[in-house]
């Protein structure tokens, strides 16, 4: 599997493109605006998408994925059904940070723990990170040992959860618990800045290093 990054929106948020080598199918993760941008970019590579996939309902995460999922005709999976609340006062939100062009949606498939999204011959691990949102989800690949970890986990921060339905606590059992099992030789994309891996986290992060 391989990957590109494309920060989006005034919040740089990284929008990553995966694809599989062997078929040439491509899944986008957060699109959260700039879907001429993210257009062209699936065009350059040359990779065929397939599917849009969302972390959690934050506008700069999920702000282009209708227009996404329109342009190419494929489905918009994920986040977790708890995040509905967000999706259904996304238009209103944008408006309110003034990003043009958002489009309310429901998801052709809520994600849950333990669930699979397949693209190509590859396989992504579902797993339910409930604190910076209640429906916020991770995608792992196993095999090229890499996650897509949304607004969960930065290098060397975490999450805010002082947004509307978040909450402290389950944030950093959501961290230790579903996302530290995975492997400290993960390498991780957070949904903005510098990518890191959850070994180093656990040495460094001032927030969730295991010494603390
Ligand atoms: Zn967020
Ligand atoms: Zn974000």
Request: hydrophobic share 65%; no cysteine.
């Given at each position: 599997m391989k990957y590109q990054i494309i920060p989006v929106t005034p919040f740089q948020q990284n929008c990553t493109l995966l694809w599989c080598e062997e078929t040439n199918q491509a899944a986008i993760v957060d699109p959260g605006g700039e879907s001429p941008l993210l257009i062209r970019a699936i065009e350059t590579l040359g990779v065929k998408l397939v599917k849009v996939l969302l972390t959690h309902g934050h506008l700069d995460h999920v702000g282009a994925a209708t227009r996404i999922a329109k342009h190419y005709g494929v489905p918009i999976v994920g986040p977790h059904k708890y995040d509905l609340f967000l999706l259904e006062e996304l238009e209103e939100q944008c408006a309110q940070f003034g990003l043009e062009g958002c489009l309310q949606f429901t998801p052709d498939r809520w994600l849950d723990e333990g669930d699979s999204v397949v693209f190509g011959n590859q396989n992504l691990l579902v797993r339910h990170t409930p604190g910076h949102t209640p429906g916020h989800v991770i995608f792992f690949s196993e095999s090229a040992k890499?996650?897509?970890?949304?607004?969960?986990?930065?290098?060397?921060g975490i999450g805010r959860s002082d947004f509307p339905r978040g909450n402290y606590a389950d944030l950093i059992s959501s961290i230790r618990e579903k996302l530290w099992p995975l492997g400290n030789d993960v390498q991780f994309i957070p949904g903005h800045g510098p990518m890191s891996t959850f070994g180093d986290e656990r040495q460094t992060n001032p927030f969730v290093a295991d010494r603390l």
């Open positions: 890499l996650a897509s970890v949304g607004d969960v986990l930065f290098a060397g």
